[in-house]
């Protein structure tokens, strides 16, 4: 009845007190090896073959409308069903195979994770430093070289990841607070710009090779407040992925902040997938102009390239940790 992932839908007969009564099921996967199961009471006769095909209708009915509130979200624009379902999947069996692996194993890979995210964030705003680079100065934590701006961007980030974890942990909702603190963080100590971390930016900015003009520093504050809102208006209304990919978007048209604000973008962006069960993403600096493209596509509204470019860095992502899974086991 064209809903993809489903069972065939089955007469069920169940006794109770020595009466019979009758149902028809079905079930929805919703990840590798989970199913939601939709049934629809008939009543103590069982159904001819004829009405089957009525029956069918309206089960699918209720499964369809379970997608589109549940999963899709009513004002998603750029997610189909099919995707929404196969990022439902990825959603539950990610947490599924982290589940499943023990404490040491589990934390080696979220570390690997973290090094590899802070490596890419910080190359794609200009850092030469390689991921061995960026795991020695993590390694050495106090001992970093104080005077090497990539290294305290290294180190930086990592506090920010060490407040992210706090802060998730107790799903704290988003807003202007955790943003400035996120941000105090990620400038702290970096020279000339260590006075503009955690607030606003109270200069003009522009990118070189951009034709959009960001707004005017006073529009800032009005802008962010703005942003905000939307997001608590439309955190259940659209779909999570799509959600935190128009938010990073929202967030670098506006662009906040004297700096920082990609790596702010990238960091947002994962903090809103991963209050709704999604898996911690990556952009990799191997796809840097595919990026960038997408970020130029949104400062003139179009959300779609940038929505689609999260879909399959999930997706792809996802399959990456599967098969690392596998070779380890």
């Known amino acids: 009845m064209g809903i993809t992932n489903c069972e065939k839908m089955a007469l069920k007969k169940r006794t109770i007190k020595g009466k019979s009564y009758y149902y028809v099921e079905r079930n929805l996967r919703t990840g590798d090896t989970e199913w939601k199961t939709f049934s629809l009471y008939i009543g103590s006769k069982k159904p001819l073959a004829k009405q089957m095909h009525v029956l069918e209708k309206k089960l699918d009915s209720q499964i369809n409308l379970y997608i589109l509130n549940k999963i899709l979200k009513a004002n998603t624009q750029f997610i189909d069903k099919k995707t929404a379902l196969l990022l439902e999947r990825v959603k539950t069996s990610h947490k599924k195979i982290l589940e499943a692996l023990d404490k040491a194993s589990r934390a080696n890979y979220l570390k690997r994770l973290r090094e590899t995210f802070i490596t890419n964030t910080n190359a794609i705003e200009g850092s030469r430093l390689t991921l061995e680079q960026t795991k020695k100065i993590l ?3 106090d001992r970093y070289d104080v005077d090497n701006v990539e290294e ?6 990592e506090q920010c990841l060490e407040l992210y974890d706090e802060l998730l942990e107790k799903k704290m909702a988003l807003d202007e607070k955790i943003i ?7 400038l702290k100590t ?3 710009y260590e006075a503009y971390a955690g607030i606003w930016r109270p200069v003009n ?3 070189r090779g951009s034709k959009y003009d960001f707004p005017d520093w006073k529009h800032v504050p009005k802008l962010m407040s703005s942003l905000l809102a939307w997001y608590q208006n439309n955190k259940d209304k659209i779909h999570s992925v799509e959600l935190a990919a128009k938010f990073h978007a929202k967030f670098v048209t506006i662009h906040p902040f004297a700096d920082g604000n990609g ?8 903090y809103i997938l991963q209050l709704s069960g999604f898996p911690f993403t990556d952009i990799p600096f191997s796809k840097r102009d595919a990026y960038f493209e997408t970020q ?4 003139f509204g179009n959300y779609k390239k940038f929505v689609l470019f999260l ?6 992502q996802f399959k990456d940790l599967k098969r690392k899974i596998k070779v380890e086991e």
């Open 296 to 299: 130029e596509a949104a400062h």
């Open 180 to 186: 400035l603190q996120f941000h105090l963080l990620l």
């Open 152 to 157: 305290l961007e290294v180190v930086n980030m």
């Open 139 to 141: 390694e050495l934590r």
């Open 205 to 207: 900015v522009y990118i």
């Open 311 to 316: 879909v399959e860095e999930i997706k792809s």
């Open 190 to 192: 970096i020279p000339k």
């Open 263 to 270: 790596r702010m973008a990238r960091l947002l962006m994962n």
